[in-house]
């Protein structure tokens, strides 16, 4: 197993989710707590996962002997929130997909089921998200 090239697709990990943690946090700060409240939770509790996610990332990397990143991975701000945060998922989603291959590539399991654990709350989090586009279309906003 080539330790460096693992330590490098789960240090791109940790700044994916740090950017993401700053994404949805930003955007809880934002909505109004008059008319979304539950919108607003939604977001501080996906946050919160994604700080447990990048510390799951990290925790491996010191595993294999590595360093974890602490750069903050891409924020993307746009007028549409929900394709915008429909578009950070999907970027999570195909790296890991790509990510799994790697771990498979070099014959590490353990790597390969963590990216794989945290890929199902990714795609849980595209899921809640269409949701909240819902409510958000109904809504008219």
Not at 44 to 49: D, H, P, S
Not at 83 to 88: D, H, Q, T
């Amino acid at each position: 197993m080539n330790k460096e090239r693992i330590i490098g697709i789960l240090n791109e990990a940790i700044e994916r989710e740090i950017g993401a943690i700053f994404q949805y946090m930003g955007q809880h700060y934002r909505f109004p707590k008059d008319k979304h409240p539950i919108i607003r939770e939604i977001m501080e509790r996906i946050a919160v996962q994604e700080m447990k996610h990048a510390e799951k990332f990290s925790k491996r990397v010191i595993e294999l002997g590595g360093r974890e990143s602490t750069n903050t991975g891409k924020v993307i701000w746009a007028e549409d929130f929900v394709r915008m945060l429909e578009a950070v998922e999907d970027e999570a989603i195909e790296m890991y997909q790509r990510h799994i291959k790697i771990c498979e590539e070099e014959g590490d399991e353990k790597t390969k089921a963590l990216y794989e654990e945290i890929l199902k709350d990714e795609i849980e989090h595209k899921k809640i998200f269409n949701l909240l586009k819902g409510v958000l279309e109904v809504e008219g906003k």
